[in-house]
């Protein structure tokens, strides 16, 4: 998957894996991260990297597996605080981090279903910039949507 370094315009390889132990304790020590990641250690959490850094997580998420719904909860997720606003070195941070649930929703058969539970400001952002849809008080995207959002964003591979 790419990455987009603003100031150049080039493109910047990126991995997601779940995360390690021994992360949490850098995460925990960096002023990069607001969240408090330990609490999401009975959940499956990743982080997303450049390539050429792997021990500089630029984003972290945490999903829910709800088999019984056919769907995988967006539970947390977190950019860097330096990859944040209009002064942002990186972009497509999150937007990688949620395509990657997504297709990992389609690999479980669920057809690319994901939820969430926004923050009323972040609602509009969700829906215009990811093609999320609104259920009540969460957000979800599937389906159509989902592949969109997979092949714009990790599509490279």
């Known amino acids: 998957m790419k990455l987009l370094h603003i100031v150049s ?3 910047l390889d990126a991995g997601i894996e779940e995360i390690k132990e021994e992360d949490l304790g850098w995460i925990e ?3 990069e991260f607001s ?3 330990s609490t999401e250690q ?3 959490v990743y982080k997303i990297f450049l390539l050429e850094d792997r021990r500089n997580v630029l984003g972290i998420m945490s999903l829910i597996d709800r088999p019984d719904e056919y769907r995988i909860h967006l ?3 977190e950019v860097s605080k330096s990859n944040q606003g209009r002064n942002k070195s990186i972009d497509n941070i999150a937007a990688c981090l949620i395509a990657f649930a997504a297709e990992n929703a389609f690999k479980r058969g669920y057809y690319g279903f994901v939820s969430l ?3 009323t400001l972040l609602i509009e ?6 093609g999320f849809s609104q259920y009540g008080r969460y957000l979800g995207i599937e389906g159509k949507s989902s592949r969109i959002l997979i092949n714009k964003f990790l599509g490279d591979e």
């Open 35 to 37: 969240f408090d990641w």
């Open 117 to 119: 539970e926004p923050k």
């Open 42 to 44: 009975f959940y499956e």
């Open 125 to 130: 952002h969700y829906q215009k910039n990811y």
């Open 9 to 11: 315009g080039k493109s």
């Open 75 to 77: 539970n947390l997720l």
């Open 29 to 31: 020590s960096s002023s």
